[in-house]
């Protein structure tokens, strides 16, 4: 794991730091066994919430290969009796609201769609019934019936890109949104979607969530470190941040919203294509 000294969203030092913990899953699966101190900063310019050290690029592999097959599950239950193997319901409920945000768009799409980071394309299979679908992920699942999978260096580019549910993963977001660029053309829309998921606040409504200050969220949190180590979330954004880290990323964001289970979703366009 790497130490960093900035924001990684907006590249301010201005960063409150909290103890936190790693979980025994995380320390045996990836870090070969050896615990790590590790702490949540808190940036005070942009709100940006994440942990400190950040993972590498070796310890992400270890982290996510295989992601939910039968032996990683089984390996998460060990430590994480609580783990939801069924993502069924929750599939369901975002691409209702994905239906409802991009206003049916996506049910008439006839171009190409890329799910960057979609384990195996469920959710575009889903909800983009007429388009030409296919997923790229780290994990090496097989896709479902419907969707191609590619490889991380883009053979061709296209008209739609979903990143859901992968940002909040990832120790360098930054890095990330860039690759996902060069799978894009001028035209390319853009849908990403991060969980507003600190942990004491999950059982709120998500307006009312969004309205609580990063800032107090996380001193909730931290009232018990330990109590929520790290899994699989290395980032927390809120709506300040999300927009900060794209716009400072090249993206001009047309809509940003709220789901009712507390997913922030926006939908963006590269500056290139808002200028041209
Ligand atoms: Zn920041």
């Known amino acids: 794991m790497t130490d960093v000294q900035k924001c990684i969203v907006c590249g301010s030092g201005e960063l409150t730091s909290f103890p936190s913990e ?25 709100s940006m919430v994440f942990y400190n050290p950040r993972f590498d690029a070796h310890e992400m592999d270890r982290l996510y290969a295989g992601y939910r097959d039968d032996q990683y599950n089984r390996q998460r239950l060990e430590h994480d009796p609580d783990y939801d193997q069924n993502h069924r319901d929750n599939l369901r409920s975002r691409i209702e609201y994905f239906d409802r945000f991009c206003n049916g768009l996506n049910r008439s799409w006839r171009g190409s769609v890329l799910d960057f980071g979609g384990l195996r394309g469920e959710f575009i299979n889903a909800a983009f019934p007429k388009a030409e679908k296919f997923v790229y992920d780290i994990s090496g699942v097989a896709p479902v019936d419907g969707v191609r999978a590619v490889g991380g260096e883009p053979s061709q580019k296209f008209d739609f890109i979903v990143c859901a549910q992968v940002l909040e993963h990832v120790a360098d977001p930054g890095t990330l ?100």
């Open 22 to 46: 790693v979980s025994d899953f995380v320390v045996n699966r990836v870090l070969g066994g050896k615990p790590v101190d590790i702490r949540l900063e808190f940036c005070r310019a942009c």
């Open 177 to 276: 949104v860039d690759q996902i660029k060069r799978f894009s053309h001028a035209r390319t829309r853009f849908y990403f979607a991060v969980p507003m998921d600190f942990p004491p606040f999950q059982r709120l409504p998500g307006r009312l969530v969004n309205m609580l200050p990063a800032y107090m969220r996380l001193r909730e949190i931290l009232k018990r470190p330990g109590r929520y180590p790290l899994y699989e979330h290395v980032n927390y954004f809120c709506a300040p941040s999300l927009r900060n880290f794209f716009e400072t990323h090249g993206f001009e964001i047309s809509k940003i919203g709220l789901s009712r289970d507390s997913n922030l979703s926006c939908l963006a366009v590269t500056k290139e294509e808002r200028m041209s």
